[in-house]
């Protein structure tokens, strides 16, 4: 079967998106996420390491506070994912999550740890 190409992104690229809370007919800027895009070779084989990294401004930490982190490991040919692991901090609420993906085998092998607030 062909492996597909990788046109839609590439090392180097960088984004930021402000993250806006509408009160009525206020927006009113609370955050940010950022993405990141950096090449990685591991056993001579060239990836490519997405990250976003999303939070609230620290004026707003005391309403709710935000610290969330994504990563994921692609193949810098065909775009497909290795790893990806994703920590999110929100409030009281924690999550950990990561996939390994085997292709040979044709399965992901998964983590997850999360906590909520009890109430």
Do not use: C
Request: no cysteine; proline share 3%.
């Amino acid at each position: 079967m062909a492996q597909p190409k990788n046109k839609a992104f590439q090392e180097g690229e960088s984004l930021t998106y402000v993250i806006s809370y509408n009160w009525g007919f206020i927006w009113i800027e609370v955050g940010e996420v950022n993405f990141k895009i950096t090449a990685k070779t591991i056993h001579n084989k060239k990836y490519l390491l997405i990250t976003a990294n999303g939070k609230t401004y620290p004026s707003w930490d005391h309403f709710f506070k935000v610290r969330d982190v994504y990563k994921t490991l692609v193949d810098a040919e065909t775009g497909r994912p290795v790893y990806f692991f994703r920590k999110v901090r929100e409030g009281d609420y924690y999550q950990d999550v990561t996939y390994k993906f085997n292709r040979q085998k044709r399965k992901a092998y998964s983590t997850y740890n999360t906590k909520a607030h009890p109430f």
